[in-house]
């Protein structure tokens, strides 16, 4: 079946350093991948995604690369802002499945 | 644009009673409405796909005598816990696919936390 793990949080950093969320996946055949974000008190909102092998998502500073070698889709960002702090879901869709498969979640803080 | 809204946005109730929760597409129209279920610290996990017009589609394991979904227009979706137990209580998000019908976008309800006593 299909699948996605991603890290476990809570991830601390402060204000201008280097984010990395790891996300893998096991999925049959070639899915679409994606990047979700939730504030505080909000819904889940799309921040990137790719669907096809070597795509980069970006949006906001942040970044991901489909990596179909490796089967991920890590989140990257150079420099986070105490605005990042959310929780980030890595998430996939497969052809003809239109619902999403999620990873458990990863919740960042920033701090000042 | 695609914004989704969820009502309520909290409910306490007691065990034996049935709530409704109710998923709206407020700007465009969705054919195909997802329902989701989060436990505490866990991943989103789906409950069903709501077809505007026709009968839900539940996933393995979920009673769909007891998680009743209406979708009655092209912009609402219903979920009725009907005859709640304290093991329902739980976050419950849905989702309506963009109106853009060539992505796999999807756009997420605020979500509804149930708790039944």
């Known amino acids: 079946g299909n699948s996605v793990t991603q890290m476990e949080g809570p991830v601390t950093l402060s204000e201008e350093a280097f984010l990395t969320i790891n996300c893998t996946y096991t999925?049959?055949?070639?899915?679409?991948l994606f990047w979700y974000v939730q504030y505080p008190g909000e819904g889940l909102q799309l921040l990137l995604k790719a669907t096809k092998a070597d795509d980069k998502g970006s949006n906001k500073g942040f970044e991901a690369t489909y990596r179909k070698e490796t089967t991920s889709f890590h989140l990257e960002k150079g420099s986070v802002q105490v605005s990042d702090s959310a929780v980030y879901f890595c998430?996939?869709?497969?052809?003809?499945?239109?619902?999403?498969?999620f990873g458990s979640g990863t919740r960042l803080q920033v701090q000042p | 644009g695609a914004v989704v809204s969820q009502h309520p946005s909290r409910v306490i109730c007691k065990s034996g009673t049935s709530v409704k929760i109710e998923c709206r597409s407020l700007d465009f129209q969705a054919t195909t409405m997802f329902w989701y279920r989060q436990f505490p610290k866990q991943s989103l996990m789906l409950m069903a796909t709501s077809n505007e017009g026709s009968k839900a589609t539940y996933e393995q394991g979920v009673e769909k005598d007891k998680f009743l979904i209406n979708h009655a227009s092209l912009t609402l979706s219903t979920l009725t816990v009907t005859s709640a137990h304290p093991e329902d209580s739980s976050f419950y998000i849905c989702?309506?696919?963009?109106?853009?019908?060539?992505?796999?976008?999807?756009?997420f309800g605020p979500g509804t936390r149930l708790t039944v006593l």
């Open positions: 998430a996939l869709s497969v052809t003809g499945r239109r619902a999403l498969t």
């Open positions: 999925a049959t055949g070639y899915p679409s």
């Open positions: 989702s309506a696919r963009g109106p853009d019908a060539s992505t796999d976008t999807q756009y």
